[in-house]
């Protein structure tokens, strides 16, 4: 009944790197004039390859610059409203205070770029991969965003992250159940057994308000399960006997994370 973690992973499908590669500039006239003077308002740059490009300041208002490539760009205070980004490939790229208003962003990848002070007011985001990006403003995303990014990141052992995307989720939505039940798990993994436990409590409380048995069920499952590690530390309890306990709430977390996901649409 539960979802394979990977259907999580596959949340974090990335570019193939065929797509990094684009063809020759449809235009170089326009090429041209934009490396030497930095402007080039309404130019045709489709596919240009323009890896580690120093654009810092340009002026590209309404450009199209659909599927090119400006990994690892600089385009610190770029001038990019209205431009046509649709497909390209940004990733790692400078974007700091860029205007990006207006812009179409459609498919485009934009992992780890840094997006600290840019303008994203009217862009259009759909399919468009952000995972990873710093500085992006907190509620470009919807709850659910940032708790699927989170997912991906505690199936890679990153729980900090994974942390940080459920605190903006909670934010978002603060009577989101399924968020404190997966970022109390976060917690147990960081060794945060108290917090692990407030966040188990919450979710519990949470599921009673919605009617929900099953993730009722589960978090209070979660909550005994960590009580019963305590508990087995504090005690003289025999090595066997604290291994067994682990053990089997180990394999209940392993179930559990099959199911987050649902837990979310509870």
Known sequence: MHKSLSFLAALAV???LGLAAPAQAENLTHLRQLMSTRACQQCDLRRSGLVYGDLEGADLSNADLSEANLSRAN???ANL????LRGAVLTSADLTGADLSGANLQGADLREAYLSDANLVGARLEGTQ???AFGLPQRILPA?????WALVEGQRGNYQGAIQYLNHAIELEPE???AYLARGIMRFRTNDWEGAIEDGNRAERLYVTLG???GQQTAAQFVSGIQDLQEAQSEAIAQEERDRRNGRFMSFLGSVAGLLMQFFLL
């Open 130 to 132: 952000l995972h990873g």
């Open 81 to 84: 409203r209205g431009a046509n």
């Open 75 to 77: 385009l610190r205070n």
């Open 14 to 16: 990335v570019v193939p």
């Open 144 to 148: 659910e965003g940032y708790y699927r």
């Open 176 to 178: 989101l159940a399924g």
């Open 212 to 214: 929900s048995n099953r």
